[in-house]
């Protein structure tokens, strides 16, 4: 159980399978992946630690971007920003981290954490909070388990800087961040509460770096062996095929810090003739054939692309495209009725019961 290099193939593999369990939300990974380009020619290298190399009392950073996916397409990446989140909250606190670790495993915040890990010689822990992509700062495996949610370090690109001292609850966190993401322009670099190795232990979803570079190699492989990459994944994951079809509609708009909309999909080959629509706040929340729900968070909803099993975001999915939509297994953590609370579809507003995919 040791640390080892993150080759730059890795990061390649990486930002795809990211890009997946992003479940169309955490932004693109193209910007980091750039950034991660450059700091790799510049002579850097980053290190990924297991769980359970950390000590009990190692302090952790969990960072991630904050916004709106849209518009983390129109502001380019600096991997300074990210990095300055980190020093910033060390120097509030006093504490020097051991490692970094992403908030979510999902989309471009995969990337996030070895920037920063790039720039302060430090290991990426092998492990999230999410598991996937969420929108909201209560949506974690740590607010799950009751962690404390503050303090909380936002940078943006311009040198703004602020920092969230305390707050009574993890849905204070998320109204009270929220506004400050919007002042910046909806989209903010973050390093949230720090977390002790033990925490991080108890409460972090492991192996997840290393899930989504097996996502990420699976497809790359499929491509060069001109194999079906939707099958490489579901061979690598326990997944369900839910649907094949064309993106013949798409509503969506900037609010609050969020990107909410729906896409309709007409069916193709076993799904001719049915038609799915999908609601999302950042990430794909629940799905409907032709009207009756057959999946919703947390499961992740998975909008790939048919013919290069590459991700589609809410903010780039658009008319015309052929897509396979594809469900995966969320972690155990919230399944539970807490993490169901916290992140079931009821938790975004939908007065429906959870029915999973993968469970009775």
């Not at 518009?71 to 909250?89: C, H, K, N, P």
């Not at 430090?122 to 949610?149: I, K």
């Not at 979803?205 to 062996?225: D, S």
Request: some cysteine; charged content about 20%.
């Amino acid at each position: 159980m040791t640390a080892r290099d993150i080759t730059t193939e890795d990061i390649e593999d990486l930002a795809a399978g990211a890009w997946v369990l992003g479940t169309g939300g955490g932004g693109s990974p193209y910007l980091g992946l750039l950034n991660m380009r450059r700091l790799y020619a510049d002579g850097h290298c980053v290190r990924l630690m297991p769980v359970d190399d950390l000590d009990d009392q190692d302090w952790v950073a969990a960072v991630s971007n904050m916004g709106a996916p849209l518009v983390g397409q129109e502001r380019l990446t600096d991997s300074r920003t990210i990095a300055r989140a980190v020093t910033l909250m060390e120097s509030h606190t006093g504490y020097r981290f051991r490692a970094i670790m992403a908030l979510e495993i999902g989309g471009g915040n995969s990337i996030q954490p070895l920037m920063a890990a790039a720039h302060l010689d430090r290991p990426v822990v092998d492990a999230d909070m999410m598991g996937r992509a969420y929108p909201e700062a209560q949506m974690t495996s740590a607010a799950v388990g009751d962690l404390r949610p503050y303090p909380l370090a936002t940078v943006d690109v311009r040198g703004v800087e602020a920092i969230v001292e305390r707050v009574p609850s993890w849905t204070w966190m998320e109204r009270v961040s929220r506004r400050i993401c919007v002042e910046y322009g909806s989209i903010a670099s973050t390093c949230k509460a720090p977390r002790t190795g033990a925490e991080v232990k108890r409460w972090g979803i492991r192996g997840t770096t290393t899930k989504a570079i097996a996502i990420g190699r699976a497809l790359r492989l499929a491509r060069v062996g001109h194999a079906d990459p939707i099958a490489a994944i579901l061979a690598v994951e326990p997944g369900k095929v839910l649907f094949q079809g064309k993106a013949i509609d798409v509503e969506r708009r900037t609010t609050e810090g969020f990107l909410r909309g729906k896409a309709r999909f007409d069916g193709a080959a076993d799904w001719r003739g049915t038609r799915l629509e999908i609601a999302f706040q950042n990430e794909w929340i629940v799905a409907w054939l032709d009207g009756e729900p057959i999946a919703m968070s947390p499961d992740l909803i998975c909008v790939l692309d048919s013919v290069t099993g590459e991700a589609v975001g809410t903010e780039t999915v658009r008319y015309g495209q052929r897509v396979t939509v594809i469900a995966l297994p969320p972690p155990p953590v919230f399944l539970t009725p807490r993490g169901l609370a916290h992140v079931g579809p009821a938790a975004f507003g939908y007065d429906m019961p959870f029915r999973g995919v993968f469970t009775p």
